[in-house]
């Protein structure tokens, strides 16, 4: 089937939900893609920062083709070992105390919102004390509470009614937050610590470590959703680590299976056992193939080396940037290999086709940010490469 006959094809057949870029991809090895005429491209998206690896990470491989041929599928009536070797490494690498598996970052998300919930009923029994606090411009994803987590008006729109007990707040504004933590309405409080699909924000050390301290004398639940952040994406494992926070529950995904669907809650101390036999469940959660990805992923990403070689490669990449001589570009921010460029709503989309035809391809973010998740995987002379393209572009 020839391009124009597949997007024929695709037009037919799948819901409209998503606006395309007009390359079919067919295979990857390591940081580069390849379309059906096998034109490569130099991958800055790394499948929306899921293929933290690259692609065709032989060891990743050959993990899940072995478990493949052992058991895919078990479900949670029976112990498995990969599971099991996964939790305790996550355990180990995050200094958490639990894990619960979920299969998307949506859904791990949910699974915080609930032991959020459960934690302070079951201690204060309030039903006035349930809500969820959020930052203003974040993302939690897109099922029907996590589309209300999210603090963006826009997703607000057409599928009411939405589920109550959300509330948000200004990112980086202790006082209103200070106002808020301390009325004695709130469960828990998430936050991603850079905010991706908004734009690739940083938020402030000093909110950051406001927060911990206000959730800790409210005790309301600091929740760290980390699904974009996470498993080395900012140059540590979790950017939590970054900030110095010892939340008390997090949510990973996307790189968490280098490729393989899976996401994660990680709880601490205070958390580990607020869901009891029967509160939560999912079908697939920890899959065996899953948690196979998870175990390659974890042993080579939780290596502390890698992590500085992706902090070192990160601070590259902006210096780089930072350094191209023009006016295109407005601002340039992130932590590690989580970049935004600021272009403007104008000129974004045209940049990205202008990018894909210097054979790279980058992501938005918000309203005119082009948003770089590369494979952890990239290397200097990639960088390079990639640098290039942008000189030409901007
Ligand atoms: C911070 C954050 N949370 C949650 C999600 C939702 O994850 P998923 O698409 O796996 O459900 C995303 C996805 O982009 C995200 O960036």
């Not at 920062?49 to 993990?63: C, D, I, Q, R």
Request: charged content about 20%.
């Amino acid at each position: 089937m020839d391009f124009e006959t597949l997007k024929q094809v695709e037009h037919e057949n799948l819901m409209q939900t998503y606006g395309r870029f007009d390359v079919a991809l067919d295979h990857g090895d390591g940081c580069v893609v390849y379309d059906l005429e096998g034109n490569p491209y130099l991958d800055l998206t790394s499948g929306i920062g899921v293929n933290a690896l690259g692609h065709n990470y032989k060891p990743l491989v050959e993990a899940i083709s072995r478990q493949a041929g052992k058991m895919m599928q078990a479900s949670n009536l029976f112990y498995t070992k990969p599971m099991i070797e996964a939790a305790a490494k996550l355990n180990k690498l995050a200094k958490t105390k639990k894990v619960f598996y979920a299969n998307s970052g949506a859904e791990a998300n949910e699974g915080m919102i609930k032991i959020a919930r459960k934690y302070s009923w079951d201690k204060y029994q309030d039903p006035e004390r349930l809500t969820i606090l959020t930052l203003k411009n974040s993302f939690h994803g897109r099922t029907i509470a996590t589309l209300e987590a999210t603090g963006q008006d826009h997703f607000h729109a057409n599928f009411f009614p939405f589920t109550q007990g959300f509330d948000y707040v200004e990112a980086n504004n202790i006082e209103e937050l200070n106002e808020k933590l301390s009325s004695g309405k709130y469960a828990g409080l998430m936050m991603e610590l850079v905010q991706g699909e908004s734009g690739v924000r940083p938020l402030d050390p000093a909110f950051v470590k406001a927060a911990e301290k206000l959730c800790q004398d409210n005790d309301v639940l600091l929740m760290i959703d980390e699904v974009q952040t996470g498993i080395g994406r900012t140059g540590a494992l979790f950017c939590y680590q970054n900030y110095d926070l010892s939340p008390d529950l997090v949510s990973c995904a996307k790189g968490l299976g280098g490729g393989v669907p899976i996401g994660a809650v990680l709880a601490s101390e205070k958390t580990a056992d607020v869901l009891k036999a029967g509160d939560h469940g999912t079908t697939f959660g920890g899959n065996p193939l899953a948690a196979s990805a998870a175990n390659v992923v974890l042993d080579t990403v939780g290596d502390p080396e890698f992590l500085a070689d992706v902090a070192g490669k990160g601070q590259y990449f902006m210096d780089s940037i930072k350094a191209i001589d023009s006016d295109h570009i407005q601002d340039v921010r992130g932590m590690g290999l989580m970049i935004g460029i600021e272009v403007g709503p104008d000129a974004v989309l045209d940049d990205l086709a202008k990018l894909r035809a210097q054979g790279v391809l980058a992501l938005k973010a918000g309203k005119g940010t082009i948003r770089l998740l590369p494979p952890l995987t990239l290397s200097k002379a990639q960088i390079d490469q990639a640098v290039a393209a942008m000189k030409e572009v901007f």
